[in-house]
T-cell receptor, first 118, second 112 residues
């Protein structure tokens, strides 16, 4: 089983619908992130969380919300989906302790959730 | 100006040759620099990290950092078809690695 699991892997929905993408991890990491990837635009950070009580906006948070239900779970919601939110979404984790000591900057990514908004 | 810039490619390199990938960044306070590899349809994976000026070698991969010129590069020696992928440059903003800023990626194709 993957260490970082995203559901659903593929979703097609209509404009105005509410969508939730879920992420769970078994790595025991404190930090979790949501990125979206668009052709020609690379990976852009939507939200990130350092622990259950800490949620931070990334560079493109408008139109999105998140919930950190537990250390291992971090979900991304689109309250009212629009076509320009069609993208590949990645959840990622990192280990704060390891980062502080070794400064590796390694993110561990889930397999991605491809969302299409019609 | 984008924070992290990469040539999108595609970059085609014959098998066995050296592939050279470049990345420039705008924030002089950037402290940590990373190269991620992403195969088509897959998620990114870290292949190299570098924090100090100079070269860092790991197998067939060499990362080069020049903070004065604000660029970081990745060299792949003895390129193999399995190296065909998109390579993402990423930097960490000051105050730690809590978030990475990624470039748009360079698509590399190794020609057998």
């Amino acid at each position: 089983d993957a260490d970082v699991t995203q559901t659903p892997r593929n979703r097609i929905t209509k404009t105005g619908k509410r969508i939730m993408l879920e992420c769970s991890q078994t790595k025991g990491h404190d930090r979790m992130y949501w990125y979206r990837q668009d052709p020609g635009l690379g990976l852009r950070l939507i939200y990130y969380s350092f622990d259950v009580k800490d949620i931070n906006k990334g560079e493109i948070s408008d139109g999105y919300s998140v919930s950190r239900q537990a250390q291992a779970k971090f979900s991304l919601s689109l309250e009212s989906a629009i076509p320009n939110q069609t993208a590949l979404y990645f959840c990622a984790t990192s280990d704060f302790q390891r980062l502080a000591e070794t400064n590796t900057g390694e993110l561990f990514f889930g397999e991605g959730s491809r969302l299409t908004v019609l | 100006q984008k924070e992290v810039e990469q040539n999108s490619g595609p970059l085609s390199v014959p098998e066995g040759a050296i592939a050279s990938l470049n990345c420039t960044y705008s924030d002089r306070g950037s402290q940590s620099f990373f190269w991620y590899r992403q195969y088509s349809g897959k998620s990114p994976e870290l292949i190299m990290s570098i924090y100090s000026n100079g070269d860092k070698e790991d197998g067939r991969f060499t990362a080069q950092l020049n903070k004065a010129s604000q660029y970081v590069s990745l060299l792949i020696r003895d390129s193999q078809p399995s190296d065909s992928a998109t390579y993402l440059c990423a930097i960490s903003v000051p105050f730690g690695n809590e978030k990475l800023t990624f470039g748009t990626g360079t698509r590399l194709t190794i020609i057998p």
